[in-house]
Every structure is written in C-alpha cells, then in structure tokens.
C-alpha cells in the first residue's frame, strides 16, 4: 500500500472535515430541509452532497486497512450510491408537478448514477491490489468533487461552468420556443375571429 498511504490518510481527514462542515452548513437553514415548506431538489442536493463525501470516506478508511478490501468496498459504495441517486431521480420527477424545479438536476442526476455505476464496476475490473488502490483513489477525488460541488450548490451558488452555461442555453431556448407559440396562438386565434358587422 506504501504508494497510496499518504493519499488515503489525508482524504480520510479531508472527508471527515467536509462531511462535518455540510452539516454545519446543512444546519445553518434546516427550514429549507425539513417541514412542510422542504424542498424536494433541496432534500436531493444535500442526500447526493452527503452521499458522495461519505463514500470517499469510507473508501479512504478501507483503503488504510490492511488487506484489499476497496474492490468490495467499491462494489458496496457504489450499489448505495447508485440506488440512493436512482432514488432521489425518482422523487424528482414526482416533484415536477408540485414545484419548481432547476434544470441542472436532469443532467447533474444521471451523471452521479454513471460515476456510482462505475464504481460498482471496479469490482469487477480491478485486477490486483495496486489497480483496485489506484481505482479507489480516482474515484476518492471525483466524489470529493462531486461533495463539495453539490454542497456549494446547496448554499445557492453557481459555479459559473460548463454546466451553468449549458442550463442557461438550455432555458433560454426553452423561454423563445415558448414565446414564439404563445404568439402563433395568438395570431392563430386573432385571424380566426371576425368583427361584427
């Protein structure tokens, strides 16, 4: 394990400070969470934030005993993270109708379903305790990515990236098309009427 030690030793405190810091941030606003004015997108940004940070975690703190437990810890991890994501894109879409929603979770969600899924496929293709180490470390960093961007996104900022550009495009062009009906409506039914005589 010599190689990866040091790596897994500062992603355990790393994991444990940014899990304890989403709770503080999480308890900062428990209103948005909890109770009758909860919001479903907001229950999901904290559940994939929490989700992605405990899985480095964990993933660190199997990495550091002795042994090659991560192809099994990758393979547990991910099959919760994956059913936790599928999970919270289901009550998603049940929320559609009942309030309103972003446009980043359709693209976000099934791109965490994809990371998890690969993770639970790590179990299969890792061949050898420096490939499943390797294999943990990569995916260490990509959920702390994915921790620390659900969480700032939780705190209602944006990053400013691809993606925000990509949702803005995107509801730009939704906002044209749906004003370019209403007005084809409303000349269709304006020319339809006659005046009385």
């Not at 550091?64 to 009550?91: C, D, K, M, Q």
């Not at 062009?173 to 006659?194: K, N, Y």
Request: charged letters at 10%; a positive charge.
């Amino acid at each position: 394990m010599g190689a990866y030690t040091n790596f897994f030793l500062g992603s355990v405190t790393v994991g444990g400070a940014l899990t304890g810091l989403l709770f503080v941030a999480l308890s900062l606003a428990p209103q948005r969470l909890m109770g009758d004015s909860a919001s479903v997108e907001q229950q999901s940004i904290a559940a994939t934030a929490f989700t992605a940070l405990v899985d480095s975690l964990w993933l660190s703190l199997v990495a550091l005993i002795p042994g090659n437990g991560l192809p099994s810890a990758s393979l547990i991890l991910g099959l919760i993270g994956l059913t936790g994501t599928v999970g919270l894109t289901v009550r998603l879409l049940r929320a559609r109708s009942k309030e309103q929603l972003s446009g980043r979770w359709p693209m976000l969600l099934p791109l965490i379903v994809l990371l998890y899924g690969f993770q639970a496929a790590s179990f299969f293709t890792a061949h050898g305790s420096k490939a499943a180490q390797s294999d943990a470390a990569t995916f260490v960093l990509i959920f702390f990515g994915v921790g620390i961007a659900r969480s700032w996104e939780l705190l209602g900022l944006r990053g400013g990236g691809l993606l925000d550009l990509l949702v803005s495009r995107a509801g730009q062009a939704r906002h044209r098309s749906a004003g370019q009906e209403d007005r084809a409506s409303d000349s269709g039914s304006g020319s339809g009427s006659t005046a009385p005589v």
